[in-house]
């Protein structure tokens, strides 16, 4: 029976700190190595999140796929400035909250363009992309080069701040 009770606090244990990781890294936007580093935005002034954020944005794309200019062929023109990306689902809850974030920040603020493709029509680029989940966000340059990602629901002060630091860089 101590057998058994050792592996259900085990499991506990797992589940609950698999649990806290997702709530910490759930909508959070990863800065691309891309990006310059000016646009090294932080959600907040944490100094102790710039060395893993900076470490994951270096990892976050193989070199090969850094631009999306020549994939979307979706009858939507680039933002001039920024383009926000939104890869969604049709049963998906968060994706409904994601767009209408993304259409209100593009509609606010000039050059900026939100284009939201269905993961399921386009699963070639789904792949290829590495889109493992929805919503997943891309923020394009004006260049149409990648320089941020976001899983999940993105907060928009977060948005609001790269939108900003990206559009001030091009």
Same mark, same amino acid.
């Given at each position: 029976m101590s057998n058994q009770m050792a592996l259900l606090i085990m499991l506990l244990l797992l589940s609950t700190a698999f649990g806290l990781y997702r709530k910490r890294t759930e909508g959070r936007i990863k800065i691309t190595s891309a990006a310059s580093p000016q646009s090294q935005v932080q959600p907040d002034s944490t100094e102790s999140r710039q060395p893993t954020q900076r470490? @994951? &944005? &270096?990892?976050?794309? !193989? *070199? @090969? /796929?850094? !631009?999306? %200019? *020549?994939?979307?062929?979706? +009858?939507? &023109?680039? +933002? #001039?400035? /920024? #383009?926000? /990306? $939104?890869? !969604? !689902? %049709?049963?998906? $809850?968060?994706c409904r909250a994601t767009r209408l974030l993304l259409e209100d920040v593009a509609a606010s603020t000039p050059g900026v363009a939100h284009i939201e493709i269905d993961a399921e029509a386009h699963l070639d680029l789904v792949r290829e992309m590495g889109v493992t989940r929805t919503p997943t966000t891309f923020i394009l340059n004006g260049r149409g080069e990648i320089v941020g990602k976001s899983v999940g629901l993105p907060k928009r002060v977060e948005v609001m701040n790269v939108v900003q630091a990206v559009a001030a860089n091009a």
């Open positions: 470490r @994951e &944005a &270096a990892t976050m794309t !193989s *070199p @090969e /796929v850094r !631009s999306f %200019a *020549p994939k979307l062929k979706f +009858g939507r &023109a680039l +933002g #001039t400035d /920024v #383009t926000l /990306v $939104q890869f !969604s !689902s %049709a049963f998906c $809850q968060p």
